[in-house]
């Protein structure tokens, strides 16, 4: 239920795609027999994939501009995109106290987009910023909902140890094999105590619905003592 799209600048056009920040969305308008839609969906790549965009929308039942992607565009077709935008971004510099503490890059859904763009761009700095211990926390309902574990497990696999990864499946499927996932549930502050070291000083960047974020971020604090200035989020 989510398809990627991989967006590039046309041939004739002069200025090369602007840059963006692991974290950010793209702001997209669609043109459709019932009018005219604006819409913005995180981009799911690499900041460093120069020269592309891609965008991961998951096909909400009642949802127009992704029942539109979904099942009208195609590949050639053309969109008309806005500069990236946001600021719900990993820091540019961190200093060499925040290197010692852990980074939980935490997930729920769809809400994996951005978190997603945040581990390319840890997993592809340059080695001596590679340092921070990033734990990948997600959380899906079964390998059916979990469309980026192969890249996922890519990009642990090339972090070179810095990468804990950690996923949850509520309703696994019975063919689900003990490779695909971690553990059965959800993700709860529980689990986070104990998997991440020193979780009071860690800097918590998550996504998700809602109502994934509010109970979280309360538990973060109330819970863990997780300094709020600490913690970071994005809805959907």
């Not at 995109?81 to 510099?93: E, I, W, Y």
Request: negative net charge.
């Amino acid at each position: 239920d989510v398809k990627s799209f991989h967006l590039q600048a046309l041939p004739q056009d002069t200025q090369s795609l602007w840059d963006f920040t692991a974290g950010q969305h793209l702001p997209i308008q669609l043109f459709t027999p019932n009018g005219e839609m604006l819409r913005t969906y995180s981009l799911s790549s690499s900041p460093g994939d120069y020269g592309e965009y891609r965008i991961s929308v998951k096909r909400e039942n009642f949802g127009r501009a992704s029942t539109f992607l979904h099942d009208h565009i195609q590949v050639g077709d053309i969109l008309q995109v806005n500069q990236p935008a946001g600021d719900f971004v990993l820091p540019k510099h961190e200093n060499d106290e925040d290197l010692n503490l852990p980074l939980v890059l935490l997930s729920s859904g769809i809400g994996v987009t951005p978190i997603l763009s945040m581990l390319h761009q840890h997993v592809e700095s340059e080695k001596t910023a590679r340092r921070r211990q990033v734990f990948w926390i997600h959380g899906a309902r079964n390998s059916n909902h979990d469309p980026f574990h192969g890249e996922v497990k890519s990009l642990v696999e090339e972090s070179e140890g810095s990468v804990v990864s950690h996923v949850v499946y509520s309703k696994p499927l019975p063919d689900d094999s003990e490779s695909s996932f971690d553990s059965k549930g959800h993700v709860d502050v529980a689990l986070l105590e104990k998997l991440v070291p020193n979780l009071t000083k860690a800097d918590v960047y998550m996504c998700g619905s809602g109502s994934f974020t509010t109970d979280m971020e309360d538990s973060l604090i109330q819970l863990a003592n997780v300094d709020p200035k600490r913690i970071f989020y994005e809805t959907f």
